[in-house]
């Protein structure tokens, strides 16, 4: 039996992913850019198993159904296609994210799995080939495979790889409002932003120019220029996705909240930045050493972690036993 272990962490866009220019190989309508954190890795062992008939999967300790465990057997079916291998696995894997919580749980979870799977078929991929694999099963999963911040290219399947870019010293006040499952996966939401929201075309448009801005403030090591161009790239996002019909919301009161003390911190000279994802959580961008003013200016409003850039996918090949 073949067994390996790979983990992730979650990564936040500063440049967002959102719409597709061709689902099946899972290639985002534009470029973007992220950091990886520092906290909430996935943890996933993947263990080939002669005698199995299907693959079986456990999400923190409990056998997944329905769509979550469609999605690895077909990200499976793709590394056993490669592998030419019809070895069915079990896959257990531990996420301490919320899943589903717009804290991007898939990128961190389909890193690992990409990682893991590889290693147990014995794929032998570089990190490129890697982010290019992980994307199959998430798109955002491609930039979790680097360390720090990423570039994730726009392309055809060859080009639409993950790369690390170098940035200015940043960190992230990650600011949990609710951590239960939101309504409208984001796969779900992207698909109806594309096809219903009038404003697509111009999200399509404004966010490659963005990152075009972000990678110039990121080579300029300008934090200011660098938050600005990531508050006003997510509000961008929230408007087009509002649009949708029917219409998607994914911030809350309390984000709402959170995005004002964000700007009055700002009118107190503080460099603070927000941003938030496919949920109602908000994450603020900030220098290292703003993290514990911004911590103070949000205390009472959400559960504040801070986060730095961390680590990039790690995996381990080995005969470690499989809790089924
Ligand atoms: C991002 N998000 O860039 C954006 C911002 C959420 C909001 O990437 O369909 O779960 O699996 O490729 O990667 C969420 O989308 O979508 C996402 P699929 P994914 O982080």
């Known amino acids: 039996m073949t067994v390996a272990t790979a983990r992730a962490h979650p990564n ?4 967002k992913y959102w719409g597709k220019r061709d689902a099946a190989q899972n290639l985002p309508a534009t470029g973007s850019l992220s950091m ?5 890795p996935t943890t996933t062992t993947v263990a080939l198993d002669e005698t199995l008939d299907a693959d079986a999967f456990t999400l923190n300790g409990r056998a997944a159904s329905g769509v979550p465990r469609e999605r690895v057997i077909r990200f499976l079916d793709l590394v056993r296609e490669r592998a030419g291998s019809t070895t069915r696995a079990r896959v257990s894997s531990t996420n301490t994210v919320p899943s589903g919580a717009g804290l991007a749980s898939s990128a961190s979870g389909f890193a690992a799995l990409a990682g893991a799977a590889a290693a147990a078929y ?3 991929l570089d990190q490129r080939a890697l982010t290019r694999l992980a994307r199959r099963g998430s798109g955002s999963a491609a930039r979790s495979i680097v360390a720090g911040f990423a570039v994730w290219h726009a392309g055809d399947d060859e080009h639409s790889f993950a790369e690390p870019v170098d940035a200015p010293a940043l960190a992230m006040v990650v600011a949990t409002v ?7 996966s984001s796969r779900d939401a ?3 932003t594309a096809l219903t929201s009038p404003y697509y075309p111009a999200w399509i448009s404004s966010t490659e120019q963005s990152l075009r801005a972000a990678l110039a403030a990121c ?10 161009i990531a508050e006003t790239n997510a509000l961008r996002m929230h408007a087009a996705i509002q649009a949708s019909d029917p219409p998607i919301r994914y911030l809350s009161p309390a984000s709402i909240a959170i995005l004002d003390r964000v700007e009055a911190l700002r009118a107190d000279g503080v460099g603070a930045f927000a941003t938030a ?3 109602p959580n908000v994450v603020v961008l900030c220098r290292p050493g703003d993290a514990d003013a911004v911590r103070a200016a949000l205390a009472g409003l959400a559960e504040l972690i801070v986060a730095h850039p961390g680590p990039g996918l790690h995996v381990e090949l080995g005969a470690e036993a499989v809790t089924p």
């Open 12 to 15: 936040i866009a500063l440049v």
């Open 219 to 228: 080579r300029d090591g300008d934090v200011a220029r660098l938050g600005r």
């Open 190 to 192: 992207m698909r109806r």
């Open 36 to 40: 990886t954190l520092d906290v909430f």
């Open 178 to 184: 609710d951590a239960s499952e939101k309504p409208v």
């Open 277 to 279: 994802d496919a949920g």
């Open 122 to 124: 014995g794929l032998d």
